[in-house]
């Protein structure tokens, strides 16, 4: 039997540099993170941040502009918000919103109040319109913002590529999707947590035999810099997922611009200095050779 160490890497985020403050006061000071870009909701990827503040709290925009009102597509009247500069930064549920067309200095003029019942204000940031949407997490842009707990994988789950088939941890073969659940509660700087999973930033795999010798070099697809469009949700979101509970497909690629690569596997059929989609002809020619596999669980913090 040769033991197979799978390791699961993942990246959280903790940003120094200081591209614009926070949209609710203190400006220059972190706010709590209730909810993060990309997290699994029914049907659809959670499209912004959540930022902790009390009902009827007052938001400002984060950059001086005139304001355009919307209807955000959900249709619920507390999900509207206000936007600007060609529909880069969205502010979601909003009460007592400025009249559309008003001129805002940032940081000075109140453009709307938290609705009640709302408990935050959900802020979302984009590129050259509504697409793509990107992290306001990322370097550059919110600050100051650190996290200061790890994420957490909870245990790892294969599948036979493309069904629903779970198989035996000891007896992998053929192509293979790989399922980690993990999580994290985002406690930042100030305390705050989220009080439930939300969503880590990036997650990837490797794997290795017992002796430390990488035997597939690290692979990592899932990265929320921005998300994929909803058509592709079931290849990030495993069955099983839910608002806090979180299984990723680490195996596929949903960001790759070719679409018939963004539904991955890991290939234990892969041909010796073969790419993953190359099979052997024989046993002997495999770098997997399709054996008993036992596998132990192994997680890296990179920060």
Do not use: C
Request: hydrophobic share 35%.
């Amino acid at each position: 039997m040769r033991r197979i160490l799978i390791i699961i890497l993942f990246l959280i985020i903790g940003i120094n540099a200081y591209s614009y403050d926070w949209p609710v006061k203190v400006f220059s000071h972190q706010h709590g993170i209730n909810a993060t870009l990309g997290e699994y909701r029914p049907g659809h990827f959670h499209n912004g941040v959540d930022i902790n503040a009390a009902d009827s709290t007052p938001v400002y925009s984060v950059v001086t502009d005139t304001m355009r009102t919307f209807d955000d597509p959900y249709g619920n009247h507390n999900n509207d918000g206000i936007l600007t500069k060609d529909s880069v930064y969205w502010y979601i549920h909003l009460d007592q919103r400025v009249p559309d067309s008003t001129y805002i200095h940032a940081y000075t003029d109140s453009i709307g109040i938290i609705y009640t019942g709302e408990g935050h204000l959900h802020f979302r940031e984009g590129l050259n319109g509504a697409h793509p949407i990107i992290n306001p997490l990322r370097t550059g842009a919110l600050a100051p913002y650190v996290d200061s707990t790890n994420p957490h994988v909870d245990s790892i789950l294969f599948y036979r590529q493309g069904a629903s088939t779970q198989l035996n941890n000891d007896s992998l073969n053929g192509k293979v999707d790989i399922v980690s659940i993990a999580g994290d509660t985002r406690t930042d700087a100030t305390g705050h947590s989220a009080g439930h999973n939300v969503s880590v930033y990036r997650i990837g795999y490797e794997v290795k035999d017992t002796a430390g010798n990488t035997v597939k070099p690290y692979w990592e697809k899932v990265m929320f810099d921005s998300i994929p469009s909803s058509s592709y949700f079931s290849l990030v979101y495993a069955d099983g997922s839910s608002d806090t509970h979180f299984r990723y497909y680490i195996t596929n690629d949903v960001f790759n611009p070719v679409s018939n690569l963004k539904n991955r596997y890991w290939n234990t059929k892969q041909k010796v200095g073969e790419p993953d989609s190359v099979d052997a002809d024989s046993i002997e020619e495999a770098k997997f050779k399709e054996i008993m596999l036992d596998f132990s669980l192994k997680y890296n913090i990179i920060k």
